[in-house]
């Protein structure tokens, strides 16, 4: 064997080997978009195999009749190796505009059509002689007379056009910064380009004898491409073990905050979840879990909640945190925590829905048991600051009891008469209501104050709130000599809240209140309560001047914090506790005369009712 | 019929106990608090006064102070919203006529009242009693409550022992009284001094 057929065999048989290689790579993975790469490098590649076979038995080519027979099929491969540089430069190298490759493609396509039809190839009308050139110690045939085809020119443009397709790319990857692509590859296949057009032109022109021999040129870029494909094969290798890795963690991550993990392809539904994630939902790990079967297990109130959000997922991206509860197989309802998220998968159009689920029973029931202890202490607070207010809340209720009962003895004195007063009578009767009514409405409050339960929300117009206290109080103020102000400047303007709990601050602020004015003497004790509306919120502010704060304005708002000797020191924290389940804040700060002010501050409630 | 002088801070029962007493035949004058009570004070004690215990600006204790400072003695009932001992203790020592818890029973109030109205009445009746005693038979008064003879008081007065007599008789008679004793806690109740004893 000859030294020429030995090297060219090994070039086409590599080539062949690791266009096969690319392509069975394709041929696995055919619907990810990223082998396209390597089923343009494998056409390329097998292409340049099947040229080095034809320019094999173009170098031992017997006649010139059957050397223009030979070059007509040595123009099949070139046009498909054409094909598979224009392809790799379009998908790997995403540069260049395409409609200069596509051009420089049909360009060539055309040329190999009219050569056909001439009956021969594109290079020559015909060839006259052959004769041999030395190349590497071995006489090869080469074409010694021929007379170029007219159309060769046309057949040339094809390369114009690919190199201009191709420096548009390399320019392209040089601006985008991926200068070592640019640099290797692009360049690489200009001087490709070049120098193949340069031997086609010297050739074909008759200009010297040259062998045919354009694998020559071809297999350093075929090398170079597989060497880029290389990287990238082992580049993912890393890349899925630092998955690998990562998902380790992230196990250990979810294991350790005793998470489960899911995940719900929604174009084919899909469904994957870890162990953990199966013995939340208390599902069997094993067989297909449907979307359905998974939110059967969704407590029915909570389940349209779920479904609401999970129907958005399907269609957007996003994040969202979920709680809602779970039915176990036993009956049993569990509180679970699920984050979320909605993002476009890797085929087109397709969406991945995932998330992480947690238990939170305990936590919740930690919650309820929480707001349940809130409830008691927030009844007791109102029992105590009730028995502080017992004289007088005994006396607003005489007081009416005492009026109605002089005025039916008055009634039954004058119903004695010969001829009785009907009119005064009638306005005994009137007085009679009104007692009862103000008696009622004190035993009333006294009842809901009493009433030990959870937190009843509705809209509260805030100014008849503190109208209502300063009234229900209005005997105790008096009696304490205090002048109680009220400057309501917020009418409509409503919060959504507990009555009896704001009731309760407000109580237990101006108790506090009375209690500071001790220092001044009766009759110069001045309270004001104030509201006003500021933007969204709606500010409640009971102003004393009394002894002023005899603590930092934090301090007096912690628990079992009192000034008092006989206080408990949690109408304060309770008041501030109250405040923020309302997401709303109280603040104290000096008076302008010496004394104090508390501040309220609560969320406006939708409109107002005077429509602002 | 006498008057009576309603103090009371709350309107409605204010109201209420005004109709009652009204009912009742009374005069009825009301006031709000006890400085406009105070204000308005008549010279002499004419009626009786109903006022509640626990009022703002003067409560009724400090009012009733301020009542015994007056030329004639008012008599007082109290109402009060919940009894306190302490503050009873001290109207009736100060010489409150009744002292009553709300609610108010009629029958309770009206007796009170009426009481207060007898002790009007007899006050009225022994002022007109004094005031028809000559200045030589007052004179004569004060040397018996200061407890005299009626020999010595001769003597001061330059006078027979016989005339003393009958000065002192006529005396007891205007006044309606018989003994010495009654004498002197009228002369208690009218104002009346014993003479000092000229030594």
């Given at each position: 064997m000859r030294l020429i057929d030995i090297l060219w065999v090994t070039m086409a048989v590599a080539c062949f080997g690791v266009g096969a290689i690319h392509a069975h790579v394709w041929l696995r993975r055919r619907h990810a978009q990223s082998t396209r790469s390597n089923l343009a490098f494998a056409v390329l590649a097998i292409s340049v195999a099947a040229m080095g076979v034809v320019e094999l038995r173009l170098m031992r080519a017997p006649t010139p009749e059957e050397f223009n027979r030979l070059l007509f099929w040595y123009h099949l491969p070139i046009w498909s190796a054409l094909v598979g540089v224009v392809a790799f430069t379009h998908f790997y190298l995403q540069a260049g505009r395409l409609w200069l490759g596509l051009a420089s493609i049909g360009v060539r396509t055309v040329a190999i059509l009219l050569g056909a039809l001439a009956g021969g190839s594109i290079n020559y009308s015909h060839i006259d002689a052959l004769g041999t050139v030395d190349l590497l110690g071995d006489k090869v045939v080469a074409v010694v007379a021929a007379e170029p085809n007219p159309l060769l020119p046309l057949s040339q443009s094809a390369l114009l056009l690919l190199a201009l397709f191709i420096g548009d790319a390399t320019w392209q990857l040089w601006r985008r910064g991926d200068r070592s692509r640019a640099l290797i590859i692009g360049g690489g296949l200009l001087v490709f380009v070049f120098v193949n057009a340069g031997w086609a032109v010297t050739t074909y022109w008759g200009l010297a004898r040259l062998p045919t021999t354009g694998v020559v040129f071809f297999v350093p870029m075929v090398v170079i491409m597989a060497?880029?494909?290389?990287?990238?094969?082992?580049?993912?290798?890393?890349?899925?073990?630092?998955?690998?890795?990562?998902?380790?963690?992230?196990?250990?991550?979810?294991?350790?905050?005793?998470?489960?993990?899911?995940?719900?392809?929604?174009?084919?539904?899909?469904?994957?979840?870890?162990?953990?994630?199966?013995?939340?939902?208390?599902?069997?790990?094993?067989?297909d879990v449907s979307i359905e079967s998974l939110l059967e297990t969704i407590h029915p109130q909570d389940r349209r909640r779920v479904d609401r959000v999970l129907q958005a997922a399907r269609t957007t991206d996003g994040v969202s945190d979920l709680e809602y509860r779970i039915r176990d197989r036993t009956g049993g309802i569990r509180w679970v925590a699920s984050h979320g998220s909605s993002y476009a998968g890797r085929e087109p159009g397709s969406r991945v829905i995932t998330g992480v689920i947690r238990d939170i029973s305990a936590r919740k029931e930690a919650e309820d048991e929480r707001a349940l202890q809130r409830v008691e202490l927030e009844h007791l607070a109102r029992v105590n600051t009730l028995a502080e207010l017992s004289g007088t809340l005994a006396h607003e209720i005489n007081q009416p009891l005492a009026t109605i009962m002089s005025n039916t003895e008055a009634a039954q004195r004058l119903l004695a008469a010969p001829q009785p007063d009907l009119d005064e009578l009638r306005s005994i009767m009137g007085d009679i209501l009104a007692a009862d009514e103000r008696a009622d409405a004190v035993v009333k409050r006294l009842r809901a104050m009493l009433r030990r339960g959870p937190a009843k929300r509705e809209p509260l117009e805030i100014d008849a709130v503190v109208q209502g206290v300063a009234q229900f109080l209005g005997g105790e103020l008096r009696r304490r000599g205090v002048m109680p102000r009220l400057e309501l400047g917020a009418p409509g303007a409503r919060i959504w809240g507990d009555r009896v709990s704001i009731e309760q601050?407000?109580?237990?602020?101006?108790?506090?209140?009375?209690?500071?004015?001790?220092?001044?003497?009766?009759?110069?004790?001045?309270?004001?309560?104030?509201?006003?509306?500021?933007?969204?919120?709606?500010?409640?502010?009971?102003?004393?001047n009394g002894a002023g704060l005899k603590a930092s304005a934090d301090e007096i708002f912690t628990p079992f914090f009192t000034t008092k000797p006989e206080g408990l020191g949690m109408g304060l924290a309770i008041s501030r506790s109250i405040l923020q389940s309302h997401e709303g804040r109280i603040t104290a700060r000096s008076g302008p005369d010496g004394g104090t002010v508390f501040e309220i501050c609560l969320p406006v409630h939708g409109k107002d009712l005077s429509g602002r | 019929m006498e008057k009576i002088y309603l103090v009371d801070d709350e309107p409605d029962l204010r109201r209420a106990l005004e109709r009652l007493l009204r009912a009742e035949g009374f005069k009825v004058e009301s006031h709000a608090s006890a400085l406009d009570f105070l204000a308005r004070l008549p010279a002499e004690a004419d009626g009786c006064v109903v006022m509640d215990l626990a009022m703002p600006g003067l409560d009724g204790l400090e009012a009733q102070q301020r009542l015994l400072a007056a030329t004639t003695r008012w008599p007082i009932v109290f109402l009060t919203g919940h009894g306190d001992i302490r503050s009873s203790v001290q109207a009736m020592k100060a010489g409150a006529?009744?002292?009553?818890?709300?609610?108010?029973?009629?029958?309770?109030?009206?007796?009170?009242?009426?009481?207060?109205?007898?002790?009007?009445?007899?006050?009225?009746?022994?002022?007109?009693?004094?005031?028809?005693?000559?200045?030589?038979?007052?004179?004569?008064?004060?040397?018996?409550?200061?407890?005299?003879?009626?020999?010595?008081?001769?003597?001061?007065?330059?006078?027979?022992?016989?005339?003393?007599?009958?000065?002192?008789?006529?005396?007891?008679?205007?006044?309606?009284?018989?003994?010495?004793?009654?004498?002197?806690?009228?002369?208690?109740?009218?104002?009346?001094?014993?003479?000092?004893?000229?030594?």
């Amino acid at each position: 064997m000859r030294l020429i057929d030995i090297l060219w065999v090994t070039m086409a048989v590599a080539c062949f080997g690791v266009g096969a290689i690319h392509a069975h790579v394709w041929l696995r993975r055919r619907h990810a978009q990223s082998t396209r790469s390597n089923l343009a490098f494998a056409v390329l590649a097998i292409s340049v195999a099947a040229m080095g076979v034809v320019e094999l038995r173009l170098m031992r080519a017997p006649t010139p009749e059957e050397f223009n027979r030979l070059l007509f099929w040595y123009h099949l491969p070139i046009w498909s190796a054409l094909v598979g540089v224009v392809a790799f430069t379009h998908f790997y190298l995403q540069a260049g505009r395409l409609w200069l490759g596509l051009a420089s493609i049909g360009v060539r396509t055309v040329a190999i059509l009219l050569g056909a039809l001439a009956g021969g190839s594109i290079n020559y009308s015909h060839i006259d002689a052959l004769g041999t050139v030395d190349l590497l110690g071995d006489k090869v045939v080469a074409v010694v007379a021929a007379e170029p085809n007219p159309l060769l020119p046309l057949s040339q443009s094809a390369l114009l056009l690919l190199a201009l397709f191709i420096g548009d790319a390399t320019w392209q990857l040089w601006r985008r910064g991926d200068r070592s692509r640019a640099l290797i590859i692009g360049g690489g296949l200009l001087v490709f380009v070049f120098v193949n057009a340069g031997w086609a032109v010297t050739t074909y022109w008759g200009l010297a004898r040259l062998p045919t021999t354009g694998v020559v040129f071809f297999v350093p870029m075929v090398v170079i491409m597989a060497a880029y494909l290389g990287i990238d094969l082992l580049r993912s290798a890393e890349l899925q073990e630092e998955l690998q890795e990562s998902e380790r963690r992230l196990t250990l991550a979810a294991e350790a905050a005793d998470a489960g993990l899911w995940s719900l392809d929604a174009t084919s539904g899909r469904f994957w979840a870890t162990p953990r994630a199966y013995a939340i939902f208390d599902l069997p790990s094993r067989g297909d879990v449907s979307i359905e079967s998974l939110l059967e297990t969704i407590h029915p109130q909570d389940r349209r909640r779920v479904d609401r959000v999970l129907q958005a997922a399907r269609t957007t991206d996003g994040v969202s945190d979920l709680e809602y509860r779970i039915r176990d197989r036993t009956g049993g309802i569990r509180w679970v925590a699920s984050h979320g998220s909605s993002y476009a998968g890797r085929e087109p159009g397709s969406r991945v829905i995932t998330g992480v689920i947690r238990d939170i029973s305990a936590r919740k029931e930690a919650e309820d048991e929480r707001a349940l202890q809130r409830v008691e202490l927030e009844h007791l607070a109102r029992v105590n600051t009730l028995a502080e207010l017992s004289g007088t809340l005994a006396h607003e209720i005489n007081q009416p009891l005492a009026t109605i009962m002089s005025n039916t003895e008055a009634a039954q004195r004058l119903l004695a008469a010969p001829q009785p007063d009907l009119d005064e009578l009638r306005s005994i009767m009137g007085d009679i209501l009104a007692a009862d009514e103000r008696a009622d409405a004190v035993v009333k409050r006294l009842r809901a104050m009493l009433r030990r339960g959870p937190a009843k929300r509705e809209p509260l117009e805030i100014d008849a709130v503190v109208q209502g206290v300063a009234q229900f109080l209005g005997g105790e103020l008096r009696r304490r000599g205090v002048m109680p102000r009220l400057e309501l400047g917020a009418p409509g303007a409503r919060i959504w809240g507990d009555r009896v709990s704001i009731e309760q601050v407000l109580i237990n602020l101006i108790n506090n209140a009375c209690d500071a004015m001790t220092v001044r003497n009766p009759g110069k004790r001045r309270l004001t309560l104030r509201t006003a509306r500021a933007g969204a919120e709606l500010r409640i502010e009971v102003c004393d001047n009394g002894a002023g704060l005899k603590a930092s304005a934090d301090e007096i708002f912690t628990p079992f914090f009192t000034t008092k000797p006989e206080g408990l020191g949690m109408g304060l924290a309770i008041s501030r506790s109250i405040l923020q389940s309302h997401e709303g804040r109280i603040t104290a700060r000096s008076g302008p005369d010496g004394g104090t002010v508390f501040e309220i501050c609560l969320p406006v409630h939708g409109k107002d009712l005077s429509g602002r | 019929m006498e008057k009576i002088y309603l103090v009371d801070d709350e309107p409605d029962l204010r109201r209420a106990l005004e109709r009652l007493l009204r009912a009742e035949g009374f005069k009825v004058e009301s006031h709000a608090s006890a400085l406009d009570f105070l204000a308005r004070l008549p010279a002499e004690a004419d009626g009786c006064v109903v006022m509640d215990l626990a009022m703002p600006g003067l409560d009724g204790l400090e009012a009733q102070q301020r009542l015994l400072a007056a030329t004639t003695r008012w008599p007082i009932v109290f109402l009060t919203g919940h009894g306190d001992i302490r503050s009873s203790v001290q109207a009736m020592k100060a010489g409150a006529v009744d002292f009553l818890t709300k609610p108010i029973k009629a029958g309770e109030l009206l007796a009170a009242v009426r009481v207060g109205a007898a002790q009007v009445r007899e006050a009225a009746d022994l002022r007109s009693r004094f005031a028809s005693l000559t200045p030589r038979e007052r004179e004569v008064m004060r040397h018996v409550i200061a407890g005299r003879l009626n020999k010595t008081i001769a003597t001061d007065l330059g006078t027979t022992e016989q005339t003393i007599k009958v000065h002192r008789s006529r005396v007891m008679e205007k006044l309606g009284i018989r003994s010495v004793a009654a004498l002197v806690s009228i002369a208690q109740r009218l104002g009346v001094t014993p003479t000092e004893t000229a030594s």
